[in-house]
């Protein structure tokens, strides 16, 4: 047996051993690699096979600094293939090959790697996945004293707050976040980040410190050229400059700003706001035929900007799930491998092919984990987004009634993905139990249940919502007996199925806890057509997904 293993060993040694050559070639390209993405050159033309081999590599023969190094260049090179779910996986196969307990822990790229992860949950519209990478981006940043990263990373925390809808943290991140660069010598940094918090101070009508924030953004930036004008892309400028005046009442300066947004802005966006800046305005100056020619210029700009974003929708979400190119070479490089590797585990025998599968069925288990959960949420995301499309075209519901059949197709097909994962996988069940939970709506009904409150009508709304879109599953079984059941029966389903005692649901609807038990027997016939105990009915209702 001894000899055995000494010869298993010896076996291993050969197999995993490399020269130098091999170490600086695939030095070499990590350095190149490097280079071409710092200097901003996209990594095409095959170039991705390479870094695929030299991930390989690494994994084998490299440290954990060089490991996370190879997986985050390879998902930068999917990046700019636009591959997004590749990069992404690469990005996560870096952070997990990071050693954050070594004292050598480069945490100066592993900062990098979750600010690429954060972008790419930007623009898939995932925007507390974003702000999680951010905020992992920025401790690791201070970690690695990259005093800059860090304040950037902290920065764009900011923008992940303006999608959730959360101004007041928007207004604290980059009055802070602009501190801090001002603190630490970057002063146009400190400027530019002002430049976030102005539309919100013009709506609240903060004007004194609106006005102090513009002063500084255009003084100091670094955006303005001599004569005022902003850089090109950023016109929008116009429009927030435009509004403060309409608001404070200085209508000449207003036009002026609107009228420079729609000559300088091109795109859709300027248009389209620079219209409708005029338009306000000549309403409040009572000029009505300026009002309609520009309300009606708005609305031509605001059709296109649909039609403009409808497309860019569908492209995100066809990218999602574009994963053909990236399996085939998956497939191919794992072949390789295979042939590689075939002589080793002859010559090792039955012990170390059992191990080598452990791990194999460990990894694999992990990865369709994550893959689930990841489409899981991607649905999720993809549902709520085309959600609140729909909610923005109903205003014109009669003009954008194609765009909402489109809206509502993207829900159907998302919704059948959903149920798909919740019906054939545990993980992605406690996924969507995990997903309700975290929401504010389930913790108002968390403690009104506790108080024994009754909730008001738009909290109803609101949990009814949310686990409709949680469990798709739960929701086509209350839309076919939608008419058969009543009000009480409706929030008394809703109340079971999100685990308030039913004990306490008498308090919340406001009628006696032997009333409740009753409700749920007579549910038990209306919805699953059983006789039975009402705890039968919890169980069942619990059950779906």
Known sequence: MKHLLTVIAILLAFACCTTEADRNRMSALLDRADSMNRAYIPMTDGIDSLLLEATRFYDHHGTANEQMRAHYLLGCAYRDMGEAPAALQSYQ???????????????AQLARVYAQMAQIFYEQGLYREQLTSDQMSEKYAWKGKDTLAALMSYEQESQAYRNLNMPDSLLYICKHASQLYRKYGYITYAASTLGYTLSELVYRKEFDKARKYMQIYESESGFFDSLGNIQKGREIYYRIKGLYFLHTNVLDSAEYYFSKELRDGKDFDNQHSGALGLSELYQVSRKPDSVAKYCLYAYAMSDSLNAHRSTKEIERIQGMYDYSRHQEIAHQE????????????????????????????????TRKKKMAEQKYLQSQSAIEQAQSDIAKLQANAEINKELISEKEQIIREQE????????????????????????EIYNRFEQLSIKGLQPTQDEWEQIEQQIFLC??????????????????????????????????????????????????TKLLQKLFGMSGSSKSFDKLLKAIY
């Open 93 to 107: 196969d870096a952070v997990d090959h990071a050693d954050t307990l070594s004292t050598d822990c480069d945490y």
């Open 334 to 365: 794992q072949k390789k491998a295979n042939q590689r590797t075939i002589v080793i585990w002859i010559c090792v025998g039955l012990i170390i092919v059992g191990c080598l599968l452990t791990i194999i069925i460990i990894r694999e288990l």
């Open 416 to 439: 059948t993905i959903t149920k798909s994962l919740l019906h054939h996988n545990s993980n992605s069940q406690s996924l969507a139990d995990r997903e309700l939970h975290k929401t």
């Open 471 to 520: 469990y798709p599953g739960f929701k086509d079984l209350i839309s076919k007996h939608e008419f058969a059941i009543n009000d009480k029966e409706l929030k008394t389903c809703l109340l079971i199925r999100i685990g308030v005692k039913p004990t306490n649901i008498g308090s919340m609807l406001g009628v006696a806890s032997s009333y409740i038990t009753e409700l749920r």
